[in-house]
């Protein structure tokens, strides 16, 4: 049975995490009315414990009443298993932060010695122009 209790408890605390982090979200982009009732309640009592606490600590203490709620309903019997330890990152506003690197710009190629390195390319504006010249001159030669 305590294996039972065990997968539960693990199923339990993901669910717990997901559907905090779900909640909080919805709560900051201004759905809060739209959240179920349970979730507003836990919600408010996190909201409550921030002059208290860092919100560090806040987040930890509000997932971990969601764990024990979502452990009794999913069937776990006697005092719920408290969840492995979870790694740590590197500072503690890292799991709520997604980097954008810019890319990289790709080496460019070695310039070619010689004459080739004097050629330049010639712009299009350039050829454009040379182009209407030879039509006006052949039409005024022409014509």
Do not use: C, H
């Not at 019997?77 to 890319?103: C, H, I, M, W, Y």
């Not at 070619?112 to 504006?125: F, N």
């Not at 454009?128 to 005024?140: D, E, H, P, S, T």
């Amino acid at each position: 049975m305590a294996k039972t209790n065990a997968s539960i408890a693990k199923k339990a605390r993901a669910k717990a995490e997901a559907d905090f982090a779900t909640w909080l979200m919805m709560a900051k982009l201004g759905s809060f009315e739209d959240l179920p009732a349970n979730a507003q309640e836990f919600l408010s009592r996190y909201r409550a414990r921030f002059g208290e606490m860092s919100e560090a600590k806040s987040k930890t203490v509000a997932v971990s009443e969601i764990y024990l709620t979502y452990y009794k309903e999913m069937g776990g019997t006697g005092t719920a298993p408290e969840p492995e330890p979870r790694p740590l990152s590197k500072s503690p506003t890292d799991d709520n932060v997604v980097k954008f690197q810019k890319p990289r710009k790709p080496d460019k190629p070695a310039k070619p010695a010689g004459p080739a390195a004097a050629k330049r390319p010639i712009p299009a504006l350039l050829i454009f122009a040379g182009m209407v010249a030879l039509i006006a001159a052949y039409k005024f030669l022409a014509g």
